[in-house]
């Protein structure tokens, strides 16, 4: 079983409508959450971090996280095109030294 | 530009070849991390630093890798003997702890990456 899953996708959304991302973890240590935006051969971008459970809103995107389920979510409000790209769940935990676990990444595809 | 910076951006070599490959953190960043992606993957940590020293090396990395961080600044990586499966991009971030940023909430910036082509 991986750290941590991802579907690899693509989601295809239509433009303007909401994109819902999931990712669930093995690890009940790890303690921050992260979802990085990657286009194809560029290096990972942040674009959230989350850190309690609860929701957690900036701009058009926002996390959710469960801790109790081990699970993180990442949603995106009214896609755009330029939306399209791989998003990288990734976790963390002090114990582990605070190194980033990735999962595999789900392609997102924002169609016009 | 205060970024992540890492030189080359691209290397072309041949099987058996030594390569090294250069990570500029950004200015007071005292944590860097080394990780490799390979394609339709997430990346996988390699190894970290806190100031100079190197605290872990994943257990996946064969002793033909090696990381310094001879000043705690810049890093470099070093692949000796170079094979076909060391074919990926080599990426590095960075991060501060303290100055008020508790040890939860560190926020890794990746650099563009290094990506190596083994032939």
Redesign the interface.
Known sequence: QKE?EQN?GPLSVPEGAIASLNCTYSDRGS??F?W?RQYSG?????IM?I?SNGDKEDGRFTAQLNKASQYVSLLIRDSQPSDSATY?C?V?S?AA?????????TRVLVKP | DTGVSQNPRHKITKRGQNVTFRCDPISEHN?L?W?RQTL??????LT?FQNEAQ??KSRLLSDRFSAERPKGSFSTLEIQRTEQGDSA?Y?C?S?SLGGGQG???????????TRLLVL
């Open positions: 941590v690899s303690q921050s992260f990085y560029k290096s990972p971008e942040l971090s850190y990288l990734a963390t002090q030294g605070n190194k980033l676990t990735f999962g595999g990444g | 944590r991390y990780y339709g993957q997430g990346p996988e940590f970290y605290l872990e991009m990426l971030a991060s040890m939860i909430e560190e926020t890794q910036y990746f650099g563009p990456g």
